[in-house]
């Protein structure tokens, strides 16, 4: 696609979840942006994903969230079965809604609801630069031409270049990694509507359903030596799913073994998970002039509570919610110089970025803590994460409880 110089409102980058939901929620608020995509589709990679209430509330509030309910079947609660001991712990979700979509049905379903025009494709932003006479951001994209934005909000993932422009620092990996898939049973599976998880010595399987014919299931390995270098993880799907079969033959249930086996091979993928330190999130500056950062850019986490997804829909309420007023007082005012209405949507990014960050911290401290739980980390500091996890996150739903407020 050829893109001359130009000039926008509201520059969204990166078409993921989050960036589809804040287009759709400034949308909501009567405001057009543009979301710049670097994929040719929109990207639905990963299979499933879990949203609890709290994701269900954000998603009422964009008005998407009776559709996707059809989609998938509401889960009642979590079963965790220790494979070392044969104990099983049950999880309550106390009333709340949870549900595993096919992400391909959550990114749809927002990209539909947009106006026509809104996504563009192929459109990689490659740097942020400040415009030196009139101190607005400059989008430089990959096939040479600009884009001049008086708002810019990357959602561009965990190798934000929005968030390099900032100065956020890059994400860590976790000595962890996840490979995923579904598999269909034509017939029906027999499961039930409940997500179990599999604990064994060095990997976790993860079951839930979608509906009646589609599981989505996952594989947490911890890595060691040279599988630990993030750029050696496979991209090939038959790969991926003879390593995770190996890796967990002999000490699965053949249940889960077969359920994998059996998987739809392009669904199967393999991540290396990733995170911004709990510490980080509490101090780090999340805004530059007109520029924000929201989605994994700010604070990607382990997946091991499934809310990643759930809070970069979170931060677009809020973004759209804090970024209205500043719009609406601005609507006429021509492109200038440093003028007030700069100020005005720098004063709303810190409202946003201030009402999401002790969220993020305590979302981004119990995935932190569950990611050295899950790895190699040593007994000592294992010991310690168990007493801060007793302590500070006993109440093991409470991240679902959060409402990110009216749109
Ligand atoms: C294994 C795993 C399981 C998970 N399970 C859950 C779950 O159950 N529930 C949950 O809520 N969350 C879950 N998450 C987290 C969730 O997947 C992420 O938080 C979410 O996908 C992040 O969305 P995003 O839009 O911020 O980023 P992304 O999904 O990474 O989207 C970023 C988009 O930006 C585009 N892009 C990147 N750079 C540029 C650029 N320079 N220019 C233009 N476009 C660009 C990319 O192509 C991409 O489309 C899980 C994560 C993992 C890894």
Excluded at 346 to 358: L, P, Q
Aim: glycine content about 10%; charged content about 20%; some cysteine.
């Amino acid at each position: 696609m050829e893109i001359g110089d130009e000039e926008l409102g509201i520059a969204i980058v990166g078409g993921g979840i989050c960036g589809l939901a804040t287009a759709l929620a400034l949308h909501r608020k009567g405001f057009t942006s543009v979301v710049l995509e670097r994929s040719e589709s929109l990207r639905a990679t990963g299979g499933g994903i879990t949203i609890r209430a709290n994701g269900w509330r954000a998603l009422d509030e964009l008005g998407v969230a009776s559709k996707l309910r059809q989609t998938a079947l509401p889960l009642q609660g979590a079963r965790d079965i220790y494979l070392h001991n044969g104990k099983q712990q049950k999880i309550s979700y106390g009333g709340g809604e949870a549900r595993c979509l096919k992400r391909s049905d959550l990114i749809t379903t927002l990209a539909e609801s947009l106006p026509v025009g809104t996504i563009r494709l192929g459109c990689q932003a490659i740097s942020v630069k400040l415009d030196s006479l009139t101190s607005y951001p400059t989008l430089q994209l990959h096939n040479g031409s600009t884009i001049k934005a008086k708002v810019v909000i990357g959602c561009d993932g965990t190798k934000s270049v929005v968030a390099d422009f900032i100065g956020v620092k890059p994400s860590k990996p976790f000595m962890l990694s996840e490979v995923r898939g579904f598999t269909v049973y034509a017939d029906g599976h027999n499961f039930g509507n409940e997500f179990v998880q599999v604990k064994g010595d060095k990997n976790t399987i993860g079951r839930l359903p979608v509906h009646e014919n589609l599981v989505y299931w996952f594989v947490t390995h911890q890595v060691h030596g040279r599988q630990a270098d993030p750029s050696k993880v496979s991209k090939d799907p038959e790969l991926i799913r003879q390593f995770t079969l190996q890796s967990i033959l002999e000490e699965f249930p053949s249940e889960m073994v077969d359920m994998i086996r059996k998987s739809e091979l392009e669904s199967v993928s393999q991540v290396r998970l990733r995170y911004r330190p709990p510490w980080e999130i509490l101090v780090q500056n999340f805004r530059k002039g007109s520029v924000t950062v929201a989605g994994d850019a700010m604070h990607v986490m382990g997946p091991f509570i499934g809310q990643g997804g759930a809070a970069g829909i979170e931060d677009a309420i809020v973004i759209a919610r804090s970024l209205a007023p500043a719009l609406a007082k601005n609507h006429y005012k021509k492109w200038s110089g440093r003028n007030g209405m700069m100020v005005e949507v720098g004063e709303a990014f810190d409202k946003y970025v201030k009402e999401r960050r002790m969220r993020l911290v305590m979302l981004s401290t119990q995935t932190y803590l569950l990611g050295l739980l899950q790895q190699d980390s040593g007994s000592m500091l294992k010991f310690v994460c168990l007493i801060l996890m007793a302590t500070l996150f006993s109440d093991v739903i409470r991240h679902t409880r959060y409402d990110c407020g009216r749109l």
